[in-house]
């Protein structure tokens, strides 16, 4: 076969994995942008902390504050994080998740590792390592080609 041809193929393959993980978030009403900000405030923001700021989720997303404004305030309205100013820099927000958006992440992390699960049944532990080993190629290819475009 061409390698045009595997390229193409490869492409598609890949594109209609991305397309079936956004699938999986809708089922749980969010957004893959928004399921991805709910993930980081879980895991940068202890139950004990005031929450973590709205620049600090635009650096992790990599895209300026007023990008992910909308997304915030479109959380905030579903009831699935609160926003609080800083008690240090008054200018500063502080965001966290509610018991319904630590409700909401849970539930998405269990369906989404359900699926993983299950894919490693279907797989075998042998052909999900080989996976693993191809995705591992694939990734330190497509970061050597970012690294150099840079």
Do not use: C
Not at 21 to 36: C, D, H, M, V, Y
Not at 37 to 66: C, D, N, W, Y
């Amino acid at each position: 076969m061409a390698p045009a041809t595997l390229a193409h193929q490869l492409m598609e393959s890949l594109h209609h994995i991305n397309k079936l993980k956004r699938t999986q978030f809708s089922a749980s009403g969010l957004k893959p942008n928004e399921a991805f900000i709910l993930f980081h405030i879980k895991k940068a923001v202890q139950p004990h902390e005031a929450g973590i700021t709205l620049s600090a989720i635009s650096r992790v997303l990599m895209v300026t504050a007023p990008s992910v404004t909308p997304i915030i305030q479109n959380l905030e309205k579903q009831d699935l994080i609160e926003r609080s100013a800083d008690e240090k820099d008054k200018r500063a927000v502080r965001i966290k998740l509610t018991k319904k958006g630590e409700s909401t992440v849970n539930k998405t992390w269990e369906r989404f590792t359900n699926t993983y699960r299950e894919l490693v049944e279907y797989m075998g532990a042998e052909r999900t390592r080989e996976l693993l080993d191809l995705l591992a190629d694939v990734r330190a290819f497509l970061d050597q080609k970012q690294d150099n475009a840079d």
